[in-house]
């Protein structure tokens, strides 16, 4: 589908009192697009307010996601999944609470250990410093007017504390650095302190206890070995909390987000005293099938269909702020529905306008099976996708995983029945192949190829991409005037339904008329001054001629907007169109490398080590040097498909800047859905 999906706005109306029904109905239709109430939007009306449910919601989801963090558990963790009846049952009898404390204690005493032994660790790097030194902990302290300075010095402190009365004791400098222990009368602490900083003296506490630190040191490390021993258990208990509890706390975080999703939904719809008001945006071709199903499900509901939004920008523009815009909802097929995600790198695609994804569903797996256009790099494309396609879940890897599916697919059907190539050789011998270059039918002697491939190639054997040059550039051009054509095309459809045709060939016409008369003048001058012989001026002169009267007509309707650029812009019609050119480059760049890669290890296998070991080296430097082509060719054929797309096609008509459609929804991961219920928890 070209066009985002046609949108209806209708307007829900209730009681109060059936707000929770109203909010359920809304979730099981999965087709409403809520528009936000804005404050004084509606005379007599205010923001609603959040379900009485939703504060003790909000609590549980708090405790449920503090739990998942302390447990490890993530997105990437696999736990069965649970109904929704029974984890709303265990949430409702207070097992959210329940796993807490569990949980909790478990965490409080891993943490106190965590502690103890940071407390530890501090104490013993205390003691290997005290234990230096030739004295034992209780003669640190105890005394009426000496204090005991003791710490790590930069260098020895004698002369620094020359002038102060002390006594001082030193370990074996260590990396520069000494333990120290200085006694000194408490009325020369500060001096003390002063000399010492002199020297990078650095203080540390003093430990309490008796005897030798060497003694208390091996006590510490005992204390240590026991604290880390039982921070194992603990460890090992969390591992059992985890398996235990994996199922539930997934279940319970789904479950509760939904409930807490549900809760605060007033707080985005209209409510007066006893009325609630909620304005939406519905698929045109579900309308009637909402309303039918949003007034069964709740009694005293009144659904009102507003408008049918039309594609006019003068109906938005006429519209209140808050109804200017109708979402977007993108209606694609399976396939195309992957490159959605190419069309989104830009933005989404306004209500009124062209989704592109369709253009670049044909067009970039197009352009990247010509630029590789070689069978043996195809078939890993085409696994390599299916497989992504297959288990990848994350959109980047999908749209990789498309991008090397569907491309690979082309780049088989370039490679075999275009350029008859494979793994940068010919698979049929041909009048052009080059003296250093070895086709598959002469190196494997299959005589009887020709036979099979006879009919299915052009010129035979095949277009050589490094021998018919000119046919693909010629080619690359060609297409380039297509693509560009369509997106001069599509930007004339979207101002057509905007504005009108009128208004469209005003201000896109011209530009359509001047890239038609330039591509029609640059013809008919190529094919004079390439092809003399065969063309002479009377001949083109058709082509030159209606070429210039376009290029005039262009400059005539652009020039009152446009001023000067309507000149300047028709030298870039060519260099848009000569950027198409890569798509021959690429495969030329490409056929170059393998012809290359294929003369060293072919040579190696044939003249080099001789025997097997030539052999066994040589294949192995063929799978190598193919496989670093084929990986250039990811890289070189993605990335120039992907600019031709977003930059010469959707340049031309695309602006983006919708908004996406985004129906209220339950999806369900962890819990399974079993039957209709409204009782929260």
Not at 145 to 168: K, N
Not at 326 to 354: C, D, H, M, W
Not at 360 to 387: C, H, K, T
Not at 591 to 602: C, P, R, S, V
Request: proline fraction near 3%.
């Amino acid at each position: 589908m070209l066009l985002p999906e046609s949108m209806s706005r209708i307007v829900i109306v209730g009681a109060n009192s059936h707000i929770d029904e109203a909010i359920e109905a809304l979730y099981s239709v999965n087709a409403v697009h809520l528009i936000d109430h804005t404050v004084d939007a509606d005379e007599g009306f205010n923001i609603g307010n959040s379900r009485p449910y939703a504060p003790k919601v909000a609590e549980r989801l708090l405790k449920v996601r503090a739990m998942e963090k302390e447990l490890g558990i993530d997105k990437k963790t696999k736990a069965l999944p649970i109904t929704d009846v029974e984890i709303k049952s265990q949430i409702s009898s207070d097992s959210v609470e329940a796993v807490d404390a569990e949980v909790r204690s478990v965490i409080d005493r891993r943490n106190d250990l965590n502690q103890r032994i940071t407390d530890l660790n501090a104490t013993k790097r205390n003691l290997e410093i005290l234990s230096e030194l030739p004295i034992d902990l209780e003669l640190y302290s105890g005394y009426a007017t000496i204090d005991a300075l003791v710490g790590m010095a930069g260098e020895d402190p004698t002369s620094a504390l020359s002038g102060i009365e002390c006594e001082i004791f030193q370990g074996v400098a260590k990396k520069g650095d000494r333990p120290v222990a200085v006694f000194v009368r408490k009325s020369d602490r500060d001096k003390a302190v002063e000399a010492l900083s002199s020297v990078g003296f650095n203080e540390i506490a003093l430990p309490t206890g008796t005897g030798s630190a060497s003694a208390a040191l091996a006590a510490v490390d005992r204390d240590i070995s026991t604290a880390e021993s039982g921070l194992e258990v603990v460890q090992k208990e969390l591992e059992m909390l985890l398996e235990k509890h994996k199922s539930f706390l997934k279940a319970a975080d789904e479950e509760l987000s939904i409930q807490l999703e549900k809760g605060e939904l007033p707080l985005r719809v209209a409510s007066s005293e006893f009325t609630f008001v909620i304005d939406a945006w519905v698929p045109a071709s579900k309308v009637e099938a909402v309303k039918s199903d949003l007034e069964s499900m709740v009694d005293g509901i009144y659904v009102e269909v507003q408008e049918t939004r039309g594609r006019k920008m003068a109906e938005q523009e006429e519209a209140e702020p808050r109804f200017k815009v109708p979402p977007s909802n993108l209606k694609n097929g399976q396939v195309v529905k992957e490159f959605e995600y190419v069309t989104k790198l830009v933005a989404t695609p306004k209500y009124q306008e062209i989704d592109p994804s369709i253009l670049i569903a044909i067009f970039f797996p197009l352009f990247f099976g010509l630029m590789v256009g070689d069978v043996g790099y195809a078939i890993p494309f085409i696994i390599l996708g299916a497989y992504g396609l297959k288990v990848a879940k994350n959109k980047d890897w999908r749209a990789i995983a498309t991008v090397l599916f569907f491309g690979g697919i082309w780049a088989f059907v370039f490679g075999f029945f275009f350029f008859g190539e494979c793994l940068g050789m010919h698979f049929v011998e041909s009048a052009h192949t080059l003296d250093v270059e070895s086709t598959w039918q002469g190196l494997l002697g299959l005589d009887g190829l020709p036979e099979i491939f006879n009919g299915l190639l052009p010129h035979e054997t095949g277009v050589g991409k490094l021998h018919d040059v000119g046919l693909l550039l010629k080619m690359s051009v060609y297409i380039g005037i297509v693509h560009l054509l369509i997106g001069y095309g599509c930007a004339l459809y979207n101002l057509t339904i905007q504005h009108g045709f009128a208004h469209a060939f005003k201000e896109k016409g011209g530009w359509l008329l001047g890239f038609i008369g330039i591509v029609l003048l640059c013809f008919g001058l190529a094919m004079f001054l390439i092809y003399p012989d065969d063309y002479s001026f009377s001949d083109v002169l058709p082509f030159v001629g209606i070429g210039l009267v376009l290029i005039v007509v262009e400059i005539v309707m652009n020039i009152k907007h446009e001023g000067i650029q309507a000149i300047l812009e028709l030298p870039g019609f060519i260099g848009n169109i000569l950027s198409y050119t890569r798509l021959a480059a690429i495969g030329m760049s490409k056929a170059g490398m393998a012809l290359a890669f294929n003369y060293i290890a072919i040579n190696m296998i044939a003249m080099g080590l001789g025997g097997v070991a030539g052999i066994i080296v040589g294949g192995l430097l063929f799978a190598f040097l193919h496989l670093m082509v084929w990986t250039l060719a990811i890289l070189s054929a993605g990335l120039h498909g992907m600019r031709l797309q977003l930059v010469e096609l959707m340049n031309k008509f695309y602006e983006g800047g919708g908004i996406e459609f985004k129906p209220l929804r339950i999806k369900r991961k962890q819990t399974i859905y079993t039957e209709k219920s409204t009782k929260e928890v």
